[in-house]
């Protein structure tokens, strides 16, 4: 897979979100981020289903949610019914029963299931569950906020995730979330990283639409 840059609309102008989701169709981003963010999971509260649905309505590109929320489970239909594609969770979220439920919901409703994993979660943790989904999320910051600094043992990671997913001959790729700008990007999809989050690289440049050119290498 090229490089494919998701902008976080976690860091656009909600005073203008149309306005932005517009700037995205036209840029040479390939998806939507939408971080969902429950005050439980982590700290801070986000937006929900009406925001979603107002960026759903504009989007012309894929929407990928990130759920950083307790009991995902419980919100998956919605996000397929918003018309979501790509929807991860957190491994932290989630025991091996509720992860498995979790990733045949996903599926069954024809969604691409990703799987999240914190800083402090050793990237090992997914070996079982690499031939059963079609991405994992690679967190280089704590989640919870945009605009945080890289953790750069998140390089080492993305590499031991990219050796795991050969050694199990699994189709999955690998989405770098948090801290992703051009001082990291090239290195991390020479070591297999095939999509990245940008929210602050983006939305915080002068020129967004440029930021999201150089950041997809074009
Ligand atoms: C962090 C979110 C990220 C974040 C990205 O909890 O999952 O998607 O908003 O923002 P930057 O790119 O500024 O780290
Ligand atoms: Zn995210």
Known sequence: MARLIAPSMLSADFGNLHRDCRLVNKSAAGWFHLDVMDGMFVPNISF???????IAEVAEKPLDAHLMIVEPWRYIERFAKLGVQYLSVHYEACNDRH?????????????YAGVAINPETPAEVLIPWLRQIDYVVVMGVHPGYSGQKYIPETTEKVAVLAEMIAGAE???F???DGGVGL???AELE??????FVAGSAAFSADDPKAA????AGN
Not at 102 to 110: S, V
Not at 190 to 195: E, I, N, S, T
């Open 212 to 215: 999201i050119r150089a950041l």
């Open 99 to 111: 992860l498995k439920d979790c990733i045949k919901q996903i599926h069954e409703l024809g969604m």
């Open 183 to 185: 001082s990291n990007i």
């Open 170 to 172: 699994a189709d999955c």
């Open 48 to 54: 929900g289903f009406p925001v979603c649905k107002a």
């Open 190 to 195: 020479k070591l297999g990283a095939g999509v």
């Open 174 to 176: 690998i989405e770098v």
